[in-house]
């Protein structure tokens, strides 16, 4: 009796976990368009069906990631219409309106921790905290110009500015990504020395361009949101070039 109630309690448990670990499923191209405007990072795995390559790992990674949202979508006519003839796995982000995707052919083998990976490392949002992993994303992304907010994590500004940068990106969408680096942080000090800073002077706002590896500062006062629209502006319009640059020493003329 005992373990008769045992076993189907396991039973029920088992079911259940099943149950929560069903990605969610996408079945035309209306709610796949949904699902991927519903937040600033998603991931779709065009994949055959729960016995496919792939579809185990994803659930597994899914489970890993709570920042970004995971679907799935078996229907073959809406994976045309994304150009995917084979299965593979898709990150859609805003930020720089990409689409990259994980042919599942040309992996061969596909495992967990190469998923979370992949998800990791371009999971770059209208705001992306610096840190070695996104660090890879940022920089194979297409926008080469970063603007970059240096703030204390633990900070009374931290949050707050954080959040308002974040509101400003979606403007400058395709033309600059917006990147958050915590001077708290030793590792981030080799950045921050670039820009001629130290822990202490922040928060500081600067930009990077890598296309002409050029880079200024937001002169020292409030960084409000006109503020640093001009900013970018600036850079755009390509008056920034005419400024001097940060952590560049003067020559001294002899
Ligand atoms: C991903 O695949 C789609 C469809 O083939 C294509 O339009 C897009 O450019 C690809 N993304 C990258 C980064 O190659």
Known sequence: MLITLFLSLLVS????TEKESALPRLTDTKSVEAFIDSAEVVVIGFLEGEEGHGYQ??????????????????????????SLSSGTITLFRKADNHQENLSLDEAKKV???GLLNFITINEVRYITEYNQVTAVGLFNSEVKAHLLLFANRGSKEYTELKERLGALAPQFTGKLLF???NGAVKSNSRSLGYFGLKSKDLPR???????????WLLPEGEISTE?????????LQGELKEVPQAGVEPKTEL
Do not use: H, N
């Not at 448990?13 to 259940?16: F, I, M, P």
């Open 179 to 181: 990147v958050l680096i």
């Open 111 to 113: 495992e967990t921790d």
């Open 57 to 82: 790992e994803l659930v597994e990674a899914a489970k890993r990631v709570d920042s970004v949202p995971v679907a799935i979508c078996t229907e073959k006519e809406v994976w045309a219409d994304y």
């Open 205 to 215: 706002v600067g930009l990077y361009d890598s296309d002409s590896d050029m880079k």
């Open 227 to 235: 503020r640093v629209q001009e900013f970018c502006q600036s850079f």
């Open 13 to 16: 448990s088992v079911a259940a």
